[in-house]
């Protein structure tokens, strides 16, 4: 019987995504996580903590290839030099990672920490695939429904994104998986790209609300990052199908945004 697939992160939005596509692929699935979790067909959990290493070394022991898609707003850094070491230890033949698009361009401390934890990855002398990817529809629209409950909303002035089904990543990342090491691959990216006043306008019509903007300048060095450009996709990045209206349609039940998509 072959070894089991590690993924890291198994119970986030992403994980639970992935873990039924690696099943459909014929491979047995090890879930690492803090809590542990229910044991399904070909599915077994695993505890442990990547920040303080508990648990990690016996969780990655007989696995020829780690899926890490565990994150967060800080320790990214940290978590991966934990699982690099356990992974070189225990002979992991491919390590698979999920970044942001922008990490090696936009000057903030969470950015900072993704791309260190690139450099973990690809300094480890384990065969190692990065992908990065944009912003998830599901996290904009949080995103936006947060701004939304402000009786003024406030829009960042300059600010673009380009957002991405998380289901696309998620296939994306299995293929990626069960490939060879590829080092670091395009960029994926949503269809289109979109100014956060446009996202929000398409959300408080899928809603039926009003509000009011407030333009909001971004300031400093990461302000002019954003202002430039430098969370968006180079040139070669692959492109998702699934539209920001197409996604919003079926989240909120509104057809017509759809049908006056972009």
Do not use: C
């Not at 900072?112 to 480890?124: G, Q, T």
């Not at 994926?188 to 956060?196: F, K, N």
């Not at 919003?248 to 049908?259: P, S």
């Amino acid at each position: 019987m072959s070894a089991p697939i590690l993924v890291t992160g198994g119970t986030g939005t992403l994980g639970r995504l992935v873990i039924p596509l690696l099943r459909d692929a014929g491979h047995r699935v090890r879930v690492l996580s803090r809590h542990g979790g229910r044991p399904a067909d070909g599915v077994a959990h695993v505890t442990a903590d990547l920040l303080t290493g508990a648990g990690v070394l016996p969780a990655v022991q007989g696995v020829r290839t780690v899926l890490h898609l565990a994150g967060g707003p800080k320790g990214d850094d940290v978590a991966a030099r934990t699982l690099v070491d356990a992974a070189r230890r225990a002979g992991v033949r491919h390590l698979v990672h999920i970044s942001v698009v922008g990490a090696d361009r936009v000057p903030l401390a969470w950015l900072r920490s993704k791309l260190d934890a690139e450099r973990a990855i690809a300094d480890s002398g384990v065969p190692w695939t990065v992908l990065r990817a944009a912003q998830f529809h599901d996290l904009t629209l949080t995103m936006l429904a947060k701004l939304a409950a402000l009786p003024v909303v406030p829009v960042p002035r300059g600010l673009r994104l380009e957002p991405v089904d998380a289901a696309e990543v998620a296939a994306r990342l299995v293929e990626l998986t069960l490939g060879e090491p590829a080092g670091l691959v395009p960029d994926l990216v949503g269809p289109a790209r979109y100014g956060v006043d446009e996202l929000m306008r398409d959300y408080l019509r899928a809603v039926g609300k009003r509000r009011l903007f407030l333009p909001v300048p971004l300031p400093g060095r990461a302000g002019r990052a954003y202002r430039d450009g430098d969370n968006l996709a180079r040139d070669g990045a692959v492109t998702g199908g699934r539209s920001w209206a197409e996604f919003l349609a079926e989240r909120l039940g509104q057809r017509d945004v759809a049908a006056a998509g972009r």
